[in-house]
């Protein structure tokens, strides 16, 4: 059973910056591609970033130029740097993958943003 497992969230002031991690279970390389969500209270869960099998990366208009996303083959784990965060970043975090033609996500992680 594949599983992917988020850690790193946690309370940061404004300005400050989190690094976000997802396990995966399985060597990242058997995903099209991996995915980071969002969602804040009484919102749509919101594509973040995403990187692809070859390394392509793809950023929301929101976090473009603050956010950076990355993989570590040789751990398994996509992680997620957070630079310049402001409150308005605040949500739970997912990880999320493609698996037999499924969607696939981890538990969560939450990010606080205080002002």
């Known amino acids: 059973q594949v599983q992917l497992v988020e850690s790193g969230g946690g309370l940061v002031q404004a300005g400050g910056s989190l690094r976000l991690s997802c396990a995966a279970s399985?060597?990242?390389?058997?995903?099209?591609?991996m995915n980071w969500y969002r969602q804040a209270p009484g919102k749509e869960r919101e594509l973040v970033a995403t990187?692809?099998?070859?390394?392509?990366?793809n950023y929301g208009d929101s976090v473009k130029g603050r956010f950076t996303i990355s993989r570590d083959m040789a751990k398994n784990t996509v992680n997620l740097q957070m630079n310049g965060l402001k409150p308005e970043d605040t949500a739970v975090y997912y990880c999320?993958?493609?698996?037999?033609?499924?969607?696939?996500w981890g538990q969560g992680t939450q990010v606080t943003v205080s002002s």
């Open positions: 399985v060597s990242i390389l058997s995903f099209s591609a």
């Open positions: 999320n993958v493609a698996w037999r033609r499924a969607p696939l």
């Open positions: 990187i692809t099998s070859g390394g392509n990366t």
